[in-house]
């Protein structure tokens, strides 16, 4: 018993040599796919180029460290006393998640809506507001007031610093978003009054020479009409004097 040999799957009707004619061409169906993988390559638009991650581990580092400086500086100028009969409320470390957590929001709106560099994220958002904020602190200062025996009011603290801190993370995000957008509007606005400008300096220009022409050609037709009537004139002088000299 002899195996049939697999069948061939059919051809496509763009592959077919008879669909290959000049009326087809006309139509367009040749080189489709050429044109289309064209189309999309022309308009995907720049394409970023991904960072070394050595490069974005230094900029993290970098930003971090300068975070942590900060916060820390912070930190002394508003230092917490801590007792077993008294605690204070860590103002230092609760305005400093609060005012990282708005600079970390505002950054997040405004890179939604324009384009920026590869180091800026690493550095400002990870680096810089990820070293400056801290909720490993607002856990240990948390729990040193429960030890001390003031519970109600580390559950507060800690409630507060929550709400303020996603709060502020929603409103930086909008008023960035918002800050970037009348950026945006306002360099398409410059552009556009520059090109305005631009069509208007093109118009004049055009409109001089346009004057300029007519002017040249008015001056060529009167040179013209004056030699006309210095040629008429120098005519009947010619021949009022060969009726004189015949006479």
Same mark, same amino acid.
């Given at each position: 018993?002899?195996? *049939?040999?697999?069948?061939?799957?059919?051809?496509?009707?763009? +592959?077919?040599?008879?669909?290959?004619?000049?009326?087809?061409?006309?139509?367009?169906?040749? &080189?489709?796919?050429?044109?289309?993988?064209? *189309?999309?390559?022309?308009?995907?638009?720049?394409?970023?180029?991904?960072? !070394?991650?050595?490069?974005?581990?230094? %900029?993290?580092?970098?930003?971090?460290?300068?975070?942590?400086?900060?916060?820390? /500086?912070?930190?002394?100028?508003?230092?917490? #006393?801590?007792?077993?009969? @008294?605690?204070? /409320?860590?103002?230092?470390?609760?305005?400093?998640?609060?005012?990282?957590?708005?600079?970390?929001?505002?950054?997040?709106?405004? @890179?939604?809506?324009?384009?920026? $560099?590869?180091?800026?994220?690493?550095?400002?958002?990870? &680096?810089?507001?990820?070293?400056?904020?801290?909720?490993?602190? /607002?856990?240990?200062?948390?729990?040193? %007031?429960?030890?001390? +025996?003031?519970?109600?009011?580390?559950?507060?603290?800690?409630?507060?610093? /929550? #709400?303020?801190?996603?709060?502020?993370?929603?409103? $930086?995000?909008?008023?960035?978003?918002?800050?970037?957008?009348?950026? !945006?509007?306002? =360099?398409?606005?410059?552009? +556009?009054?520059? $090109?305005?400008?631009?069509?208007?300096?093109?118009?004049?220009?055009?409109?001089?020479? &346009?004057?300029?022409?007519?002017?040249?050609?008015?001056?060529?037709?009167?040179?013209?009409? =004056?030699?006309?009537?210095?040629?008429?004139?120098?005519? +009947?002088?010619?021949?009022?004097?060969?009726?004189?000299?015949?006479?």
């Amino acid at each position: 018993m002899t195996s *049939s040999p697999d069948p061939q799957p059919p051809a496509s009707r763009r +592959d077919d040599p008879r669909m290959q004619t000049a009326e087809m061409a006309a139509l367009g169906f040749e &080189g489709a796919d050429e044109w289309e993988t064209e *189309s999309e390559t022309i308009g995907s638009g720049p394409v970023d180029v991904p960072w !070394a991650w050595w490069k974005i581990a230094l %900029m993290v580092a970098a930003g971090g460290a300068l975070g942590s400086m900060l916060r820390f /500086v912070i930190t002394i100028l508003a230092p917490t #006393v801590t007792t077993p009969t @008294l605690v204070e /409320v860590p103002w230092a470390t609760f305005w400093v998640n609060a005012i990282g957590c708005l600079a970390l929001g505002a950054l997040t709106g405004v @890179l939604e809506v324009r384009r920026a $560099g590869p180091w800026v994220q690493p550095l400002l958002g990870t &680096g810089l507001c990820g070293g400056f904020t801290t909720m490993s602190t /607002v856990v240990l200062e948390g729990s040193a %007031m429960i030890g001390a +025996d003031f519970p109600l009011k580390a559950f507060g603290y800690a409630l507060l610093t /929550v #709400v303020v801190c996603l709060g502020a993370v929603v409103i $930086g995000m909008l008023a960035g978003r918002r800050i970037a957008q009348r950026m !945006a509007e306002g =360099s398409r606005g410059q552009r +556009d009054s520059r $090109g305005q400008r631009d069509s208007r300096g093109q118009r004049g220009t055009r409109d001089q020479e &346009g004057s300029r022409v007519r002017r040249g050609s008015r001056r060529q037709r009167g040179q013209r009409r =004056s030699r006309a009537q210095r040629d008429e004139a120098g005519a +009947d002088g010619t021949e009022s004097t060969d009726e004189g000299s015949a006479t």
